[in-house]
């Protein structure tokens, strides 16, 4: 977490606590709402981002030799919109595969199209037809999870065999 994201933090933490003690519920239910939200964002990212460095780390131990780099505050647009959050690139020779993940952190940034938390993006240098966009989902009480953003209605839950089949593509000898 960046120094700026702990301050947000603690500013958001002092108006809730402010809130309460002024008798404005709405307000300090709204703060505790944002925090939950952030929170599960956070997590939701760490989980796809650490689960790619993971199998990436497993890939590399079994003999490729992938390079790893992480940035920690980047801006993508995602139609309309621009979220904010981290991105991994990985490369494998003159291959890349990035993941990008983020959501919209100022009102300007505007909104997660869908109701999502958050939105990723998997993108294969120069291999755009391998390419996903997922969604940050919460279904009732349950956790959140990343779904698979098609052009079917079908809301296809992306785990970490999704992520296996993109480093085996990453890393084929008929890369296509």
Do not use: C
Not at 34 to 60: M, V
Not at 89 to 107: D, H, M, Q, Y
Not at 124 to 150: C, T, V, Y
């Amino acid at each position: 977490m960046s120094e700026l994201e702990e301050a947000w933090e603690v500013a958001l933490a002092e108006a809730h606590r402010r809130a309460q003690s002024a008798g404005h519920a709405d307000i300090a239910e709204y703060l505790r709402l944002r925090a939950s939200n952030d929170l599960s964002r956070r997590a939701g990212i760490d989980w796809l981002l650490n689960s790619f460095e993971k199998l990436a780390g497993e890939a590399n131990r079994n003999g490729a030799s992938l390079q790893m780099a992480r940035e920690a505050s980047h801006r993508f647009a995602v139609h309309h919109s621009t979220m904010v959050g981290p991105r991994l690139t990985l490369s494998f020779g003159v291959r890349s595969l990035s993941i990008e993940a983020g959501w919209p952190r100022v009102p300007s940034d505007r909104f997660v199209r869908g109701g999502g938390l958050a939105h990723a993006r998997i993108k294969h240098f120069g291999k755009e037809r391998l390419n996903q966009e997922l969604l940050l989902m919460r279904a009732g009480d349950a956790s959140p999870s990343w779904i698979l953003l098609s052009d079917t209605k079908n809301k296809e839950a992306f785990r970490e065999s999704g992520i296996r089949d993109h480093l085996t593509k990453l890393l084929s000898h008929d890369y296509r």
